[in-house]
């Protein structure tokens, strides 16, 4: 079992993978297509903080926490199938240092308003052309309970 500081340094490495990874792979599930196997795509990791400079304050403010946040069509297959099943699974890797961290959760809808404006970004009129009120733009936050990975001589597993 895993002591208050070793979660506290676990934690402390997840979230530097996630302020450093480029992108991220997102895994959901839909039950009634391809017999219940996962969907994965790669997305854009908000929390990097070379890539998404202007949102590093707003994970900051966060502290400790994991929660990932995603931007995607609400038309998209991958909202479809979160509102049949809201579990799924992030994955954030630096392979090229035997670093890999796996977060599991809930994925829920972020409607504030206020909130897609803080994280809205330019040149993604391109994919929600009527800006950050765009009907098709969701944004999703997963709250993660397990994270699971790799960090260069070990793994690792805790529950949050």
Aim: with cysteine; net charge neutral; aromatic share 14%.
């Amino acid at each position: 079992m895993a002591t208050v500081a070793d979660v506290r340094e676990i934690k402390r490495r997840c979230l530097e993978l996630m302020e450093t990874a480029a992108d991220l792979y997102f895994a959901t599930v839909d039950s009634t297509v391809d017999n219940g196997f996962p969907f994965i795509r790669c997305m854009f990791n908000w929390r990097c903080a070379s890539r998404f400079p202007s949102l590093v304050p707003l994970f900051r403010g966060h502290g400790e926490d994991l929660l990932v946040y995603l931007g995607a069509n609400t038309s998209s297959v991958k909202v479809r199938q979160l509102r049949g099943n809201g579990r799924a699974a992030v994955y954030y890797c630096q392979p090229e240092r035997f670093r890999g961290l796996l977060l599991q959760g809930v994925v829920e809808s972020v409607d504030d308003a206020a909130f897609k404006k803080t994280v809205w970004q330019p040149g993604w009129e391109m994919y929600y052309p009527q800006g950050p009120a765009d009907p098709d733009f969701a944004v999703l936050r997963l709250v993660p309970v397990r994270a699971r990975g790799w960090w260069e001589g070990g793994p690792f597993d805790i529950t949050i």
